[in-house]
């Protein structure tokens, strides 16, 4: 089974200022990575994922993410916020099995 | 092209009544897995379909049930109601090959009085 821990529960942030969200994994085997944005009253939208190959994945809106496999982590970064990308966002992780593990999710507040 | 439908968006039960949330997946999309999202919480998985049969099931008690459809639609049942299953309830679909990569749908939020 795999599991996931987010290490923030709530970050605020300037808009134009970068913001960074982190994310541990555990599991035994290989894993497939997933970062989704939930927005107020709705459903979950896919900001990017890692499947193999390059440890450096770009999603939309100008999100990115890395992984480090040593140290079992997929931090979300961007480089500039805008306002709106105040949202609660999900660290998730599978792998054969394709039942998504989520994080607790991190609430991002971005402020004028 | 149509993503991840559900309905209805909104529902209130009693404590006791049971309950029916339908799911249309996204075009081309043959798997459908559920999950349960209480507020403040990420989402827990509940069970996958695929070929109109339960592949995967999470933590759940039996008083969740599932069924697709032929079209590749689904739907989710709830019976003996409890407070505890007030949440939100997302459906999700994906292609059999790349089940790993699913889609949600806005969900239906789940009121247990």
């Known amino acids: 089974a795999q599991s996931v821990t987010q290490l923030d529960s709530q970050v605020p942030v300037f808009e134009e200022a970068p913001v960074e969200l982190r994310c541990n994994y555990s599991?035994?085997?290989?894993?497939?990575l997933f970062w989704y944005v939930q927005y107020p009253n709705q459903g979950l939208q896919l900001l990017l994922k890692?499947?193999?190959?390059?440890?450096l994945v770009k999603g939309i809106n100008g999100f990115e993410a890395e992984f480090n496999k040593s140290q079992t982590s997929f931090h979300l970064r961007k480089p500039s916020v805008h306002i709106s990308d105040t949202a609660e966002y999900f660290c998730?992780?599978?792998?054969?099995?394709?039942?998504?593990?989520f994080g607790a999710g991190t609430t991002v507040t971005v402020r004028a | 092209d149509a993503g991840v439908t559900q309905s209805p968006t909104h529902l209130i039960k009693t404590r006791g009544q049971q309950v029916t949330l339908r799911c249309s997946p996204k075009?081309?999309?043959?798997?459908v897995s559920w999950y349960q999202q209480a507020l403040g919480q990420g989402p827990q998985f509940i069970f996958q379909y695929y070929e109109e049969e339960e592949r995967q099931r999470g933590n759940f008690p039996d008083r969740f049930s599932g069924h697709q459809f032929p079209n590749y639609s689904s739907e989710l049942n709830v019976n003996a109601l409890w407070l505890g299953d007030s949440a939100l309830y997302l459906c999700?679909?994906?292609?059999?090959?790349?089940?790993?990569?699913?889609?949600f749908g806005p969900g239906t939020r789940l009121t247990v009085t």
């Open positions: 599991s035994s085997v290989s894993v497939y």
């Open positions: 999700a679909s994906s292609f059999r090959s790349r089940a790993y990569e699913q889609y």
């Open positions: 890692y499947l193999s190959g390059s440890t």
């Open positions: 075009s081309g999309h043959d798997t």
């Open positions: 998730a992780v599978t792998s054969n099995d394709y039942k998504l593990s």
